[in-house]
């Protein structure tokens, strides 16, 4: 069965071009561009066809999401790959690199397996998964490279505890890991220095305005740093994930000429929030690494734009509400967004912060380069029609009963965007239109 889609503005490798696409089976079959598309294509698919008019609405590839904590096995209270991966199917994400930092957490080679069975039987979304490292499990690690997506590397404790701080450890896993690195950046000495301080002066009752100066910038600088002189010493294919700082934006630029295999992400929370939002969200935007100053945000956007980063992720982190109501010492790090990925990108291109040509490639080419995912993140033809309508003219307003999240909440309720989602394909299957999921698509490892 055929899908043709009409008349769309078709964004693709640094173009922007009305045309169409024909789908057959699971593929693209064909692209048409320019003011014969619609003819050309005629001639092309059959007679009992799907169509679709997208007339007045942007074409993307579906979004690769680099960073997702999806928390099954082991807390399904606050996630389940079912409930997050229908969330990013109606946020345009279609392929997803789920973190390791589960309960078990998944430094083994049967915790690793046990993640890819329930990806099989659970994922509405295309899925690879990160195997997790310790100061004692490069033997595990080796023997599973070439079955996970990369090696996630806390080099600050997070959500899960899987903190790497060996230098010893650190060292090896950086001289003899072939694939990507992922890495997780602060310094853990000056956060614990930091924290005691807070702790001395308020107890419990630490005011979440300080999250920035706790987890802070010299953390993330220092950390990065540090995984930098790594990357560089032993010429190791390194992702620097959720970069944060004006400082770090800069370190990773002057590693790159050095070290054209060093990449970085920037995160959907440190997008769309400053420091100052503390005052009006609290802990609902506490994440790891803290959110930063307006001016920080802005040379993430800007370093998007010039392709100083190279990809984005939501570092979806979901946390139940009442765990998140805790004071601050006790409230978990992480925010739920993948449900409005797309929107959210859409909305800085809206604003004109960032062009749709540069949201596709940090959003959908990158991330397929990078981690070499074979056949996703283009629209060429022969590719997987994992594909994303948008129409850049319709409103959307969150609210809480549209959110598939197991959490059940988002700080982005009462959102209204400017843009919706209309269509969202997974490997040639239409899986969800205008905000409503309507079938499971076939869904794959990415590897």
């Known amino acids: 069965m055929q899908t043709i889609i009409r008349n769309a503005l078709i964004v693709n490798e640094g173009d922007a071009f009305e045309g169409c696409l024909v789908i057959d089976g699971q593929r693209i079959a064909k692209v048409f561009s320019g003011k014969g598309a619609e003819r050309e294509a005629k001639k092309y698919y059959e007679i009992n066809h799907t169509d679709i008019d997208a007339t007045g609405k942007i074409m993307i590839p579906g979004i690769i999401d680099d960073q997702v904590h999806f928390r099954e096995p082991g807390q399904p209270r606050k996630g389940t790959m079912t409930q997050e991966s229908r969330a990013a199917l109606l946020g345009g ?5 789920d973190m390791p ?39 595990e690690v080796m023997i599973q490279k070439e079955h996970s997506c990369g090696l ?23 001289r003899k890991y072939p694939g990507v690195i992922a890495t997780h950046c602060e310094e ?22 300080l999250h920035h100066t706790i987890r802070s910038r010299e ?17 190791t294919r390194l992702h620097i994930l959720h970069v944060t700082t004006i400082e770090e934006i800069e370190l990773i630029r002057k590693a790159r000429r050095i070290n054209p295999r060093i990449s970085c992400e920037a995160a959907l929370p440190h997008l769309i929030y400053t420091q100052a939002d503390y005052i009006r969200y ?35 982190a979901p946390h139940t509400w009442d765990e998140k109501q805790n004071p601050y010492t006790k409230a978990p790090s992480g925010i739920p967004l993948i449900q409005h990925f797309c929107q959210i990108m859409m909305e800085q291109v809206q604003q004109n ?15 397929a380069d990078l981690f070499n995912i074979k ?25 809480k009963s549209q959110l598939e999240y197991a959490c059940c909440w988002s700080p982005l309720e009462g959102t209204t965007f400017s843009t919706s989602i209309s269509h969202v394909f997974v490997n040639g299957t239409l899986a969800a239109e205008n905000g409503q999921i309507i079938q499971k698509p076939p869904v794959f490892p990415i590897l």
Not at 285 to 298: E, G
């Open 93 to 97: 994400v279609t392929s997803v690199m």
């Open 101 to 139: 930092n589960n309960i078990p957490p998944v430094i083994t080679a049967e915790a690793l397996q046990e993640k890819y069975r329930l990806g099989t039987a659970n994922m509405f979304v295309n899925y690879g998964f990160y195997m997790g490292s310790s100061n004692t499990n490069m033997e």
């Open 152 to 174: 996630k590397i806390f080099m600050g404790s997070s959500t899960g505890n899987m903190l790497v701080d060996d230098p010893i450890a650190l060292d090896t896993f950086f």
């Open 188 to 209: 853990e000495s000056i956060i614990r220095e930091n924290l005691e301080k807070a702790i001395s002066r308020f107890g419990d009752d630490i005011p979440v305005i």
């Open 219 to 235: 953390a993330c600088i220092a950390s990065t740093r540090k995984a930098l002189e790594l990357a560089i010493r032993h010429n």
């Open 282 to 316: 609290g802990t609902q935007i506490k994440c790891n690494p803290s959110i930063k100053t307006a001016k920080d945000r802005d040379a993430i956007l800007d370093a998007l734009e010039n392709r100083d980063i190279q990809t984005v992720g939501s570092d979806h």
């Open 353 to 367: 912060t960032l062009s749709v040509t540069s949201m596709a490639d940090a959003c959908c080419h990158r991330p």
């Open 375 to 399: 056949d996703r993140g283009f629209i060429r033809e022969g590719y997987y029609a994992d594909l994303v309508l948008i129409n850049p003219d319709k409103e959307h307003r969150v609210t």
